[in-house]
């Protein structure tokens, strides 16, 4: 079985061609949590998988989050996958990826540099406070696309030197919180200029921060738009794996158009031997 490992800002993935394995769809979480696991396998935030497209898109992408859970979508996934239909001859340079949560838009910007147009934002409550252990944060709720990605927005004053144990513990709490019935992904934030912001994102599926999360930054970059704190225009989002950059389009106070940029990385080509997948065959 032939794979992919490619990063998107650090934000890493095993990559798969369906329209060449022929993997039933009922392996595929096992597949993921087989190759996902970092010390035992590949390694990877997540599994993504090229099928043939239902909907008149270029392909299908199939997001597996490592711990075998189906993911609505992946920003930085989104990227990668670009490229990987680029360079494999299943799309040109402007592409239609089919997702579950609807279709992406990606196009090549150079080699590395890749640009897609996210889920629209379907919920967006920029008040939606929480309590955690008797305090209260501030905090808005976005889902992108349909069925809806969830993002919970929370603003965090030091980000950058903040205990990250204790920022862990608190995000999995969010994360779980009934006050996001699907769970949420929970993106932390402090602005450090004009047009400028620090993220975290202590993901669902994969349970930890990861280096990166696209949809992360997109819902960060709207609610911010939205409450004037921000341009939305070429907005430049730092995280542990490097920069992405968000550009925001909006009418009469609603978010039209959400797109994400950002670098690509093929990190292998290779073949899998894992041999504990042969039960998930």
Not at 8 to 27: I, K, Q, R, T, W
Not at 111 to 120: I, K, Q
Request: charged share 25%; with cysteine.
């Amino acid at each position: 079985m032939k794979f992919w490992k490619m990063n998107g800002a650090g934000n890493d993935f095993v990559v798969l061609n369906n329209l060449e394995e022929h993997l039933s769809p009922e392996s595929l979480p096992q597949v993921a949590r087989t190759l996902c696991e970092r010390h035992l396998s590949i390694g990877a935030d997540g599994l993504m998988v090229v099928d043939a497209p239902t909907q008149g898109g270029d392909y299908k992408m199939l997001f597996f989050n490592s711990d075998g859970s189906v993911g609505e979508m992946c920003g930085n996934g989104a990227r990668c996958i670009c490229r990987y239909g680029y360079e494999n001859g299943l799309a040109g340079e402007v592409q239609t990826v089919e997702t579950t949560a609807g279709i992406v838009t990606g196009r090549r910007v150079s080699e590395r540099l890749y640009r897609v147009r996210l889920n629209d934002p379907t919920t967006v409550k920029l008040d939606y406070p929480v309590e955690v252990d008797g305090t209260a944060y501030d905090c808005a709720y976005v889902e992108l696309g349909n069925p809806g990605l969830p993002h919970a927005v929370i603003p965090y004053p030091g980000l950058k030197n903040a205990d990250w144990n204790q920022l862990r513990e608190l995000g999995r709490k969010l994360r779980w919180h009934p006050a996001f019935p699907k769970g949420a992904n929970v993106n932390f934030y402090e602005l450090t200029g004009e047009d400028s912001v620090y993220e975290r994102t202590f993901e669902r599926g994969v349970e930890d921060f990861t280096y990166a999360c696209g949809t992360g930054t997109g819902s960060v970059v709207t609610v911010l738009t939205l409450q004037g704190k921000v341009s939305g225009q070429n907005v430049r989002v730092d995280m542990t794996g490097g920069q992405l950059i968000i550009d925001v389009e909006r009418e009469a106070g609603r978010i039209t158009d959400l797109y994400l940029t950002g670098p690509t990385n093929i990190v292998a080509k290779g073949e899998v031997t894992d041999e504990d997948l042969s039960l998930a065959k």
